[in-house]
């Protein structure tokens, strides 16, 4: 796999404000690497490098809205639940909390009504949230269209269990836009709140990042590169992984 360093910067800058209880928000255009950078921060050992003996105070639950099955509230709801369910499972299968995050969600998945669908999430959530000792970071990634298309109570409800479990529950988003330049409202604005002073664009890699992808691939391809070909990468890279790994 890549090396787990890259971006290690915004990861170490991602991670101090999960430690503040603060939610944080990575903006960058396509192919900048912003998926690769939320897989690692779900990391361990990304964690304990970058956190230190502070990375087992937390659970880091990689979301991806590639995966959502319906663009509704329920796909939405389902999607996470899933998530935690798949991650924690792994991580600690032998806690109580699991049996109630897992009926949960079997309710939201067969809800006897649509008002059941927003409780059984809250519900599963509130399960995790109390019944581990570890703060809980969701991370996010494609969540333009769910943002931009989801009923706007959903992120009311997110706002919501936020305020309630303050320092115990951390999102992070990752966008091609700002949050607040894809969609505004009543319904959305105090969520984007929680984001707005701590957003981070994802600019041209650094040298050591571009220097360890052409490792990298050079160790996978068997390929030396010269002096010419890495000041050709160093020039025209300007941020994309996609470039570099063509």
């Known amino acids: 796999m890549l090396p787990d360093t890259l971006r290690q910067d915004i990861g170490a800058y991602i991670l101090q404000r999960v430690t503040d209880g603060d939610c944080s928000a990575i903006v960058g255009v396509s192919n900048t690497g912003k ?6 921060l779900a990391n361990p050992i990304v964690q304990q490098r970058l956190l230190g ?3 087992s105070d937390y659970i880091a639950i990689y979301v991806d809205f590639n995966l959502m099955l ?3 509230e329920q796909g939405f709801y389902e999607l ?4 935690l369910i798949e991650e924690l499972s792994l991580k600690e299968p032998r806690v109580e909390f699991l ?3 897992r009926q949960a969600y079997e309710t939201l998945v067969s809800p006897p009504s649509a008002f059941q669908i927003s409780l059984s999430f809250s519900e599963g959530l509130t399960a995790v949230c109390q019944g581990t000792s570890r703060n809980l970071v969701l991370l996010f990634d494609e969540f333009d269209e769910p943002f931009e298309q989801i009923e706007g109570r959903v992120f009311l ?5 936020k305020d309630k479990y303050r320092q115990r529950l951390t999102y992070v988003t990752s966008t091609d836009r700002r949050l607040s330049n894809i969609r505004r409202g009543r319904d959305v604005d105090e969520f984007i709140e ?7 664009f994802l600019g041209p890699l650094v040298e050591s990042d571009v220097d360890a992808i052409v490792a990298w ?14 000041a050709f990468l160093h020039h025209h890279a300007d941020g994309h992984l996609g470039l570099l790994l063509a």
Do not use: H, K, M
């Open 35 to 40: 998926s690769y950078l939320l897989r690692g």
């Open 53 to 55: 003996d502070r990375f």
């Open 70 to 72: 319906e663009a509704s």
């Open 80 to 83: 996470i639940l899933r998530c």
């Open 99 to 101: 049996d109630r995050l």
């Open 157 to 161: 409800n997110l706002r919501a269990l």
């Open 194 to 200: 929680l984001f707005g002073p701590f957003t981070r």
């Open 217 to 230: 691939v050079a160790a996978q391809e068997g390929y030396t590169f010269d002096d010419q070909d890495r």
